[in-house]
C-alpha cells in the first residue's frame, strides 16, 4: 500500500489550496480514508475522514472551511481548503483504514493502518 500526498504549498491567508492523496494497493471507495496534519511542535490531529459508506466527517477546526472528496475512477483521495488560516500551516498527510473498524473514534490515530508521506501547506498571515 502506497498513498502519496500532494498539491501543497504556500497561500496567503484567506486563499486556497487543493491536496490530493493518490492511493495504491488500496481502493479507496471501499475503504476508510483520511487526512490528518501535523504543525510545528505539535501533536499530529484528524482533519478529515471520507468512509467506505460515502459519510464525511471533519475536525471543528476546518468545518465549513475543508471540504474532502473522493475519485473512484483514479483512486484519489482530495482536500479542497478555503478560507485558510495561518493556524493551518503544518505538513499534511493520509491514511487509510483497511478493517473498516467499527467502535473505534474516526479521529484516532490508531483507527488507520497505513499512512502516506505528507505535503506541507504554509499559510502566510
Known amino acids: 500500500v502506497q498513498l502519496q500526498a500532494s498539491g501543497g504549498g504556500l497561500v496567503q491567508a484567506g486563499g486556497s489550496l487543493s491536496l490530493s492523496c493518490a492511493a495504491s494497493?488500496?481502493?479507496?471507495?471501499?475503504?476508510?480514508m483520511a487526512w490528518f496534519r501535523q504543525a510545528p511542535g505539535k501533536e499530529r490531529e484528524f482533519v478529515a475522514t471520507?468512509?467506505?459508506?460515502?459519510?464525511?466527517s471533519y475536525s471543528d477546526s476546518v468545518k465549513g472551511r475543508f471540504t474532502i472528496s473522493r475519485d473512484n475512477a483514479k483512486n484519489t483521495m482530495n482536500l479542497q481548503m478555503n478560507n485558510l488560516k495561518p493556524e493551518d500551516t503544518a505538513v499534511y498527510c493520509c491514511?487509510?483504514?483497511?478493517?473498516?473498524?467499527?467502535?473505534?473514534?474516526?479521529?484516532?490515530?490508531?483507527?488507520?493502518?497505513?499512512w502516506g508521506q505528507g505535503t506541507q501547506v504554509t499559510v502566510s498571515s
Open positions: 491514511a487509510a483504514d483497511v478493517r473498516r473498524r467499527v467502535g473505534v473514534s474516526v479521529g484516532a490515530q490508531k483507527a488507520y493502518d497505513y
Open positions: 494497493g488500496v481502493t479507496v471507495s471501499t475503504n476508510n
Open positions: 471520507f468512509r467506505w459508506n460515502g459519510v464525511t
